[in-house]
């Protein structure tokens, strides 16, 4: 505990310059970003199309907006060594999905991560002032393995939260981690999640659970309480068991006082069970804001002995907001940022925003990537001195459930090249929200109008479906790790109909309904107007898991 404990220390001490700049340079927001826009032209390459000499105006006016797609071919071009973005070390290829890419590798390089670590530090000091009683024992920062079916294609690239941090930061936090990194090498998602709960069984001393999505919180809850009895023999032997294969790059915790503890606890609730071995935990970390919300309240509601902090908007791509003092001020420290008012298109700088504007982020990053758009949607909730707070209201174009971040281009093909291998048209994907009566799913819709068509599961459909859906990186993470049921599909005579009253049972008048790719539908709504969908979800599941 004393070695803990001075662990804790020395973090906060090598986060206190960082948090001291952002909190003393709050109201030199424009000065702040001229310099760093000034600081990042004079390392880029001219394939980034930008001249060391610009001001701000003039790369507002020269750069265009962009996104992924425009840099896909100078990415490439890098990762086979014939150009170099910006003259900075490049550490990695962070994987990532997007609104047309079923991959995206966004290049992280030495500068870039330092950007990262200038918004963690701040963060860090936080939440140590805010939420004290972490200081006195481990952590678990999520460590989020790749899908199974892109291991071999993306070695060594997995998200791991502590590859955030600056070296001195990553050494000091790394000796008050519960969670060895390693358990992203295991073979099987499912063996991760099980080695990730093995060795937070093993803590009693568990302060702080930090995750992005609260629905995989609550995953590892419901398999904390499944996998109860394997869990305590392997740290009551010390030894992976009959996953030992998966799991050869993993140590094994080896705890038989907490194996003992597990067992006596059998039979409880997921969320009795998490609040009978970690008692004193002092702080759950969580999305819980536009459709995150309902989940991060159920997940409030299992481990009512901590606090609780929403996480800030934090991408593949960079980071826009950190949670600070209770606010979620712009990360203005890190990247050169500009926002898109939604309302006319205009761009702004940081410092021309106005409380209320709703607004999407544009970022330009030491990894070479020029007024990349984020496609979020904020909207401006104050200040803290000039620097602009914001409320995340969901994705621009898309659904995102669980983190799988479904765009309309991604389900526009998926239905299309669904559809060419059958006699259907395709309707809508629709992301049928669970909210707390299980898991989500996505359901297809087609229809076939020269056929009269029971409504039922189409099985060779759903197959169909799923197989494409899983070659875009976050559906497929999202279903190794069990956030999401296998897709369903459907067919019916009248899909543009079906949809129109879908539309209206969620609130929309009829002459304002549009067809959308991809559209985010309450369970309940499903049920209200087919009663039968309750059985296709039932039935698919059991065809497909």
Known sequence: MMLTSLTHHALRLACWQADRRFSSQRNQLEQVQRQKLSALLQRLSPECGAASTMGWSEFRDSVPLSRYSDWKTRIEAQREGKLQLVDSPLQRYQPTSGSSEALKLIPYTKGFLGELDSAIGPWLSSLYRQHPGIATGRHYWSVSWLPESQRKLLDGNFNDDSKLLGVAKRVLSARSQAVPSGVAFAGKADDAMFATLAWLVAQDDLRMLSV????????????LAQWAPELALVLERGNWGARAESLRSVPVPHRPDRARRLTTLAGLSPAE???????????????????????AAQLRLALPQAAFEGKGLWATEGVVTIPYEGLYPLAYQSHVYEFERLSDGFVLAPWELREGDEVSPVISGGNGLLRYRLDDRLAVSGFMGEVPCFQFLGRRFGVDLVGEKMSPDAARQVLAEAALETDVEPV???????????????LALFANAGADIPLGSNESLAKAVEQKLRRHFHYDLARDLHQLEPAAAIVVVDGWALYQSIAMATGMIEGNIKPESVRRVPLTVLRQLMPEVAEIFSANARALS
């Open 273 to 295: 069970l998490a609040q009978r071995l970690w008692p004193e935990l002092a702080l759950v970390s969580a999305w819980d804001t536009a459709d995150a919300a309902p989940w």
């Open 428 to 442: 809508s994907l629709l992301a049928v929200d669970a909210r707390g009566e299980g898991r989500s799913r996505y």
């Open 212 to 223: 992005w999505s609260p629905t995989f919180a609550l995953q590892q809850l419901e398999s």
